[in-house]
C-alpha cells in the first residue's frame, strides 16, 4: 500500500479558517477550502478567501489559488498550493471523499457539518456538540481553554463580546454604522487614532474608538448591514502583526491537528 498525504477538506477560508488550513499543510496534509462567492474576512491580509477576488494569495510564504473544478484542484495540490473552491455547500465533499473535514465558517451554529461527512470531522467553536455535530469541537473563546479539544459537550457560548486585546474588548472592533456599500478610507498596516475615519458605509463614516494599527479592514464595494464587522483596531501597535496569522488562529489550528491525530493515527492512506 503507498502511503501519501491524507486530505483535510476545511469549509471556509478566512483568518481563522487559514490558521488551521496553514497548520494543517505544514504538518503534511493536503488542504482543500471552500467559500462563498463574496467572502467577507476582515483581516484580509492573511486570509486565503482572498483568492476569490485575487484569483491567489500567499499567506506566510503558503500560496491558495481559485480552483473552478476537480481538475484545478488536482493540479493545484500537485504544485503544493492549497485550491480555494468557491461552494457555499461544500458538494465538492463528494468526489474529495476527505479524511477529515473541518467546519471553519465560525457561524455559531451548524449549517449542515455531520459526523458522517468524513473519518474525522472537526468543528470550530459554540454550535456544535462533540458526539452529535462532529467528532470534536474547538475551543475558540480567547483565555486558559484557547484551542483546547473538546471530546464532550461543547465549547463556550457566545457571548456577543470579542475577547480583550492588549486591554481593549469591543472597542478594538469596528462595525458598520448603518446598511450600505463599504469603502475603505485607509488601508490595513495604518496606525490610527480615536475619532480617525477609515471608512465610509454610503455617506455614514466610520471612525476608530481607540488608537492602535488597523490590524483588519473590510474589502470596498461589499454591502453590510448595520453592525456588521468591519474593521479591527489592533492597541498594541505592532504592523507586524497585521501580516501574520494569529495567535488565535495558531492556536486554534493546533486543536485541530491534535484532534485530527487522534481520530486518524495509525490509519495508512493510498490515494
Excluded at 455547500?89 to 468524513?118: F, H, Y
Excluded at 472597542?171 to 450600505?180: C, S
Aim: charged share 20%.
Amino acid at each position: 500500500m503507498t502511503v501519501k498525504k491524507p486530505l483535510a477538506l476545511v469549509k471556509g477560508a478566512g483568518d481563522l479558517a487559514t490558521g488551521v488550513s496553514l497548520r494543517l499543510h505544514r504538518a503534511g496534509f493536503s488542504v482543500v477550502m471552500t467559500e462563498i462567492a463574496s467572502p467577507t474576512p476582515v483581516r484580509r491580509t492573511v486570509a486565503f478567501a482572498e483568492a476569490v477576488y485575487n484569483g491567489k494569495v500567499l499567506v506566510e510564504g503558503v500560496e491558495a489559488v481559485l480552483a473552478g473544478n476537480e481538475e484545478d484542484v488536482l493540479d493545484i495540490l500537485s504544485g503544493g498550493k492549497l485550491p480555494v473552491l468557491v461552494d457555499p455547500e461544500a458538494a465538492c465533499r463528494a468526489w474529495l471523499d476527505p479524511d477529515l473535514l473541518v467546519d471553519a465558517i465560525i457561524a455559531k451554529r451548524n449549517l449542515g457539518t455531520s459526523p458522517a461527512d468524513a473519518p474525522a470531522v472537526v468543528a470550530l467553536g459554540p454550535g456544535f456538540v462533540a458526539g452529535r455535530d462532529c467528532h470534536a469541537v474547538i475551543e475558540t473563546m480567547r483565555g486558559h481553554t484557547l484551542g483546547r479539544v473538546i471530546w464532550e459537550g461543547e465549547a463556550i457560548p457566545n457571548t456577543g463580546v470579542p475577547g480583550e486585546v492588549g486591554g481593549k474588548a469591543a472597542e478594538r472592533v469596528l462595525r458598520a454604522p448603518g446598511a450600505g456599500i463599504f469603502k475603505a478610507h485607509a488601508e490595513i498596516g495604518d496606525m490610527v487614532t480615536s475619532g480617525q475615519v477609515v471608512g465610509y458605509v454610503d455617506d455614514l463614516p466610520l471612525t476608530s474608538s481607540i488608537d492602535g494599527v488597523l490590524r483588519g479592514l473590510l474589502r470596498s464595494g461589499l454591502e453590510v448591514s448595520p453592525g456588521f464587522k468591519t474593521g479591527d483596531v489592533d492597541p498594541r501597535a505592532a504592523r507586524e502583526h497585521c501580516f501574520t496569522v494569529s495567535d488565535k488562529a495558531l492556536a486554534i489550528g493546533g486543536g485541530v491537528l491534535e484532534a485530527a491525530c487522534a481520530l486518524l493515527g495509525g490509519v495508512r492512506f493510498q490515494r
